[in-house]
Nanobody, 120 residues
C-alpha cells in the first residue's frame, strides 16, 4: 500500500513563510507527476503547483506565482512546497497529490492534508 504523508503546516503571520513536505511510502515502481492542491473553507479544491518527474515541467496557480516554489527529491520520494510572503487568502488545507506507477498500472493518490493558517 502506498501512502502520501504531508507535514509542515501551521499558523503563520502574513508575510511569513512555511515549507510543506510530502513523503511517499510503500511499494511502487516510480512516482510520476506530483503536485500540491489546496481547499479553503467553502471553496473547491484547486491546483497550487505541479511538477514532473525530472522537474522540467513546473506549473503554478496565478495566485501563488513568484511566492511559492515546488521541488522534489526523487531519491527521498518527497515533494516540497516552499511558501513565502504568505497572505490570509492562502489559508487552506493543503493536499499532496501524486501519480504513482505500480505493478498494476498508474494510480492517483492523495494525502490527508495539512492545514495552513495565515493570520495575525
Amino acid at each position: 500500500q502506498v501512502q502520501l504523508m504531508e507535514s509542515g503546516g501551521g499558523l503563520v503571520q502574513p508575510g511569513g513563510s512555511l515549507r510543506l513536505s510530502c513523503l511517499a511510502s510503500g511499494s511502487f515502481l516510480i512516482i510520476n507527476d506530483m503536485g500540491w492542491y489546496r481547499q479553503a473553507p467553502g471553496k473547491e479544491r484547486e491546483l497550487v503547483a505541479h511538477i514532473s518527474y525530472y522537474g522540467s515541467n513546473v506549473d503554478y496557480a496565478d495566485s501563488v506565482k513568484g511566492r511559492f516554489t515546488i521541488s522534489r527529491d526523487n531519491a527521498a520520494n518527497t515533494v516540497y512546497l516552499q511558501m513565502n510572503n504568505l497572505k490570509p487568502e492562502d489559508t487552506a488545507v493543503y493536499y499532496c497529490n501524486a501519480r504513482v506507477l505500480m505493478t498494476g498500472g498508474n494510480v492517483e493518490l492523495w494525502g490527508r492534508g495539512t492545514l495552513v493558517t495565515v493570520s495575525s
